[in-house]
């Protein structure tokens, strides 16, 4: 009797000692919104902590640092929900400050840039446009008391310590990608004790120019896309000789661009259109894989691959916040090229014509955004012993695997491994293997084996009109 009595009391003990499992954590942060000014205004971020499916694992979590600069994070809960990573390793999100749910500004300016999208301009009649609706939004954001100066790669970094703190954690791993890898490197910088190992993809380091070679990157990138379909019998046989088709698309394209309907209203595409949406393209190697067609759809005037691609264009425009993207881009990017940096990259011209959006009125419009400009300091490479893998896509238009090359000769603890048919979103089972083989031993060289398997691409090869 005392026996059962004593079992009975032991299993009631364990039931209510024994914590549940909880499967996610939600807060919200308060941060300054610009540290160096006592009497800065406070700004709220919102977080989630997904933990670990093992609740017995005491690996160190993963931060997730999303690119941009300007996406939102807390939407990418769908990615890592059933991650394999996620198995031993908390996962944490944070949408960074001017973004998502962490007080983002002027969220509709993404539906805007189409609308300007929409009509016949050239390269100065958009920048014109375009300055004309970040006017009004930056109204809006003056009357808010918005301080532009505090939304910087270096604030942002001290946002994520500051969670750090909140959550806990003695140290965390670091995951990021694009602009993601230049916070990551930017908090291996400023705060090194906080973080136990790293992975970055598509590096945009401190030290990379956004407009230096981007002309001569986009070319190489689209090119290598040419010789990969030439290569290819059936995606040759389909689309044939295509350098030579986009060569005289774009030209036509200039005096007679292609009228057709876009969610029930017009649109106008005109050359300059067809290269945005051409090196919106060339982010994904499934988006790649419909290059043939859209430029097939250039020449011949087949509305729905444009419409995809317009779509495709669309929601990465309201992915991003434009004015934090834009105030990034002014302090850390715009100071280290002068006017004739400029007007030299756009002197740059391509066999095929292609001129660079984000050297012409892009760098202007960041130009006007702001005036405040970083020291020479966020210029400059990381030097770093903590274990670091960097991973590049052989086809990244924007950040070549040159970027990763250059920030590795610092990173003492460095490797790097180039996906020859990936571009700069890097998503595939190798790679993910090898970041979680990496994780779990930082300072041990891995295995990359795996990255040498060819991958070709599987072109979208639309049947011809009949």
């Known amino acids: 009797m005392r026996t059962w009595v004593l079992l009975i009391f032991s299993a009631l003990l364990c039931s209510c000692t024994?914590?549940?499992?909880?499967?996610?954590?939600?807060?919200?942060?308060?941060?300054?919104?610009?540290?160096?000014?006592?009497?800065?205004?406070?700004?709220?971020?919102?977080?989630?902590?997904?933990?670990?499916?093992?609740?017995?694992?005491?690996?160190?979590?993963?931060?997730?640092?999303?690119?941009?600069?300007?996406?939102a994070t807390l939407f990418m809960e769908k990615f890592w929900k059933n991650h394999s990573l996620r198995n031993e390793r908390d996962i944490v999100l944070m949408d960074q400050r001017g973004t998502g749910a962490s007080e983002a500004n002027c969220k509709d300016l993404g539906n805007a840039f189409i609308a300007i999208l929409r009509q016949d301009l050239d390269q100065e009649g958009e920048y014109k446009a375009l300055r004309s609706i970040l006017s009004d939004c930056k109204k809006t954001i003056e009357r808010k008391g918005v301080d532009l100066a505090g939304y910087t790669s270096k604030e942002i970094t001290a946002d994520f310590e500051?969670?750090?703190?909140?959550?806990?954690?003695?140290?965390?791993?670091?995951?990021?990608?694009?602009?993601?890898?230049?916070?990551?490197?930017?908090?291996?910088?400023?705060?090194?004790?906080?973080?136990?190992?790293?992975?970055?993809?598509?590096?945009?380091?401190?030290?990379?120019?956004?407009?230096?070679?981007?002309?001569?990157?986009?070319?190489?990138?689209?090119?290598?896309?040419?010789?990969?379909?030439k290569k290819s019998e059936s995606c040759n046989s389909r689309y044939p000789d295509l350098k030579t088709r986009l060569s005289k698309s774009l030209k036509k394209l200039q005096t007679e661009p292609l009228r057709f309907p876009y969610k029930g209203k017009p649109f106008v595409l005109n050359s300059e259109d067809a290269l945005l949406l051409l090196q919106q393209a060339l982010y994904s190697r499934h988006t790649i894989a419909n290059i043939p067609s859209?430029?097939?759809?250039?020449?011949?005037?087949?509305?729905?691959?444009?419409?995809?691609?317009?779509?495709?264009?669309s929601l990465a425009v309201n992915f991003i916040n434009i004015p934090m993207s834009l105030s990034v881009i002014a302090y850390e990017e715009i100071p280290f090229n002068d006017d004739t940096d400029f007007d030299r990259y756009l002197k740059?011209?391509?066999?095929?014509?292609?001129?660079?959006?984000?050297?012409?009125?892009?760098?202007?419009?960041?130009?006007?955004?702001?005036?405040?400009?970083?020291?020479?300091?966020?210029n400059q490479a990381v030097v770093s012993e903590i274990p670091t893998l960097m991973a590049s896509g052989g086809l990244d238009h924007v950040t070549p695997s040159s970027n990763a090359e250059e920030s590795l000769k610092h990173l003492k603890n460095g490797?790097?491994?180039?996906?020859?048919?990936?571009?700069?979103?890097?998503?595939?089972?190798?790679?993910?293997?090898?970041?979680?083989?990496?994780?779990?031993?930082?300072?041990?060289?891995?295995?990359?084996?795996?990255?040498?398997?060819?991958?070709?691409?599987?072109?979208?090869?639309?049947?011809?009109?009949?």
């Not at 700004?43 to 609740?55: G, H, I, M, P, S």
């Not at 859209?294 to 495709?312: G, M, R, V, W, Y």
């Not at 391509?350 to 202007?364: C, F, Q, T």
């Open 18 to 71: 024994e914590a549940p499992y909880i499967d996610t954590i939600d807060g919200i942060l308060e941060v300054p919104e610009n540290r160096k000014n006592a009497n800065s205004r406070s700004l709220k971020l919102v977080y989630r902590v997904l933990k670990a499916k093992n609740v017995n694992s005491r690996k160190a979590p993963i931060l997730f640092l999303q690119g941009g600069p300007g996406g």
């Open 162 to 229: 500051d969670l750090r703190k909140d959550l806990g954690y003695d140290k965390w791993n670091l995951f990021g990608g694009s602009y993601g890898s230049r916070l990551g490197l930017t908090i291996m910088r400023d705060f090194p004790k906080s973080v136990r190992s790293a992975v970055l993809t598509s590096i945009f380091a401190p030290e990379s120019n956004l407009y230096k070679g981007s002309i001569q990157n986009f070319e190489n990138s689209l090119y290598s896309v040419f010789e990969r379909c």
């Open 294 to 313: 859209l430029i097939d759809a250039f020449e011949n005037d087949k509305t729905e691959p444009l419409i995809n691609a317009i779509e495709q264009f």
């Open 348 to 378: 740059q011209q391509s066999e095929i014509g292609i001129r660079s959006a984000i050297v012409g009125s892009g760098a202007k419009i960041s130009a006007d955004w702001h005036s405040y400009r970083a020291s020479d300091f966020e």
């Open 415 to 466: 490797y790097g491994i180039i996906f020859p048919d990936e571009s700069h979103n890097i998503i595939n089972l190798c790679f993910f293997e090898i970041a979680k083989n990496f994780l779990n031993n930082p300072y041990h060289k891995p295995n990359l084996d795996c990255s040498s398997q060819k991958k070709p691409i599987e072109w979208n090869l639309l049947k011809p009109a009949q």
